[in-house]
């Protein structure tokens, strides 16, 4: 079972805990496969999204995730919200902690704006991206693919390839992905790779044939212009030529290795457009996995709270909680 009342990264879970959540969303692929995800696994349940950046995958996701559970879903919409008039996060989480909601999504520039939330509501928050810390649920479903895939974490070769520094997927991946047991090489121009990688486990190299030498997965990230203070590197067309990773780069992975992006992603920039089209590629199934995963979330966290009395005690006689029932149903 989920330990803590929120998802705010990878770093602090543990492997039994990410493993649950995968196992969990191979249920609720299966169930999303044979059309029966529209049963209310979360009637009654009041989830809000609150985006301070702009998002199309995330954000849509776990739309549909709540929506087949049967969840109350709505979105906050920062840029009409009273966040425009100065209300700060914190006011904000507390107001519509007020109106009973159980389950906070943000995403927000700052890092660490997640924990700041979490810290301040009752509901349980999910962190959907906090400026360069953690996604999690990007890791997630990025480890659910690649167990899709390989069947096995220990001693995979996967590198992640790119604007490391700005990239808070990257982060969660090398935790998750450590944990799990696999090997992960970072590669990119060295101002885009920050000195801690090392420190977190990750290999760091700039040579981009030897990272992706032998490689059971290729994982190119989106060079985050919006993110860049500027003069990181010299133009746009040299990143392509030295870090773009393209059909004869990949001829350096293994024969069977598989490509990954986590979106949106600049064509023909961090990777050509023969390789996101070819058959390597599962960056579609990336996106197909992460209503899964994050229809496993959102279960397991509900889970979760129904287990704590002290926050849920107000509702007692206005839900019916049916754990016995769920349990048996789709965890077995
Ligand atoms: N991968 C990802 O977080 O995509 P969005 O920004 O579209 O949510």
Known sequence: MITNKDILGIRNMNSDEIL??????EIMKKRIENKEQREKILKD????????ENSTRTKMSFTLAAKYLGANIVDLGVSTSSVNKGESLVDTGVTLDQMGTDIMIIRHSMSGAANVLARNVNA???????GVNEHPTQALLDL?????????????????????????????????????????????PSTLISKNMECIGAKVTTDIKEAIYKADVVMG?????????????????????????????????KEDAILMHPGPVNRG??????????????????????????????????????????????????RSYTKDKWNKRYIG
Do not use: C
């Open 221 to 253: 990230l989106r060079i985050q212009l919006e993110r860049q203070k500027g003069g990181l590197f010299p133009d746009i067309r040299e990143y392509r030529q030295m870090f773009g990773i393209n059909k004869e780069l990949m001829k350096y992975a």
């Open 124 to 130: 349980s928050v999910i962190n959907a991206g906090d």
């Open 269 to 318: 920039i961090e990777l050509s457009t023969e390789i996101i089209d070819g058959d390597q590629s599962v960056i579609n199934e990336q996106v197909k996995n992460g209503v899964a995963v994050r229809m496993a979330l959102l279960y397991l966290l509900s889970e979760r709270r129904k287990g704590n009395e002290d926050i849920n005690s107000k509702w007692k006689n206005v």
């Open 20 to 25: 649950q959540i995968l196992e969990t969303a």
């Open 45 to 52: 349940f009041s989830i809000v999204t609150l985006f301070y």
């Open 144 to 188: 659910f693919t690649i167990y899709e895939k390989k069947k096995n974490f220990k001693d995979l070769k996967v590198v992640i390839i790119g604007d490391i520094t700005h990239s808070r997927v990257a982060r969660s991946n090398i935790f998750g992905l450590k944990k799990l047991g696999a090997n992960v090489v970072v590669a990119g």
